[in-house]
């Protein structure tokens, strides 16, 4: 059952969008579903700031998915306000923690924030 519905969900995702390219596999099915890639790509600013750049503010998972469901634009000065989104806990989670992991790849590399 989840299976199926996984499968549903990635080929969605390759049929919508194909800027989700850089995504890990398990994490493009839900920014495509959400459409944060519709504003977010991994690692260049787009309508909104790359995650790698949100990486770098060091929140927890749990604030980043605070953030999603209630944005606060006040963080990201020159960017347009983020809407709030329903995004399922679980999901948010799963984003926020991937989101978090890009701080420690991204280390050493570019350092103007
Ligand atoms: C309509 C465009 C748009 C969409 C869709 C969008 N975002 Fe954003 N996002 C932004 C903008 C613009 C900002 C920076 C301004 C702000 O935070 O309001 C932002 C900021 C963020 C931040 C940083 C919050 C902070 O306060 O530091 C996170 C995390 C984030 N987005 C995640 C997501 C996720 C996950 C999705 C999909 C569920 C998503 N966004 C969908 C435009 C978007």
Request: charged share 25%; glycine share 6%.
């Amino acid at each position: 059952m989840k299976k199926t519905i996984f499968s549903a969900l990635l080929l969605a995702g390759l049929a919508i969008n194909a800027k989700a390219q850089d995504f890990p596999e398990d994490i493009k099915p839900l920014v495509t579903k959400y459409a944060c890639t519709a504003c977010h790509k991994v690692d260049a600013r787009l309508v909104g700031p790359a995650y790698t750049d949100v990486a770098k503010k060091k929140y927890t998972n749990e604030k980043i998915v605070e953030l999603i469901g209630a944005p606060k634009p006040s963080n990201w000065p020159g960017y347009p306000p983020m809407a709030a989104l329903k995004v399922p806990k679980e999901d948010a989670m799963k984003i926020a923690g991937w989101i978090n992991s890009l701080a420690a790849k991204s280390k050493g590399k570019a350092k103007k924030s």
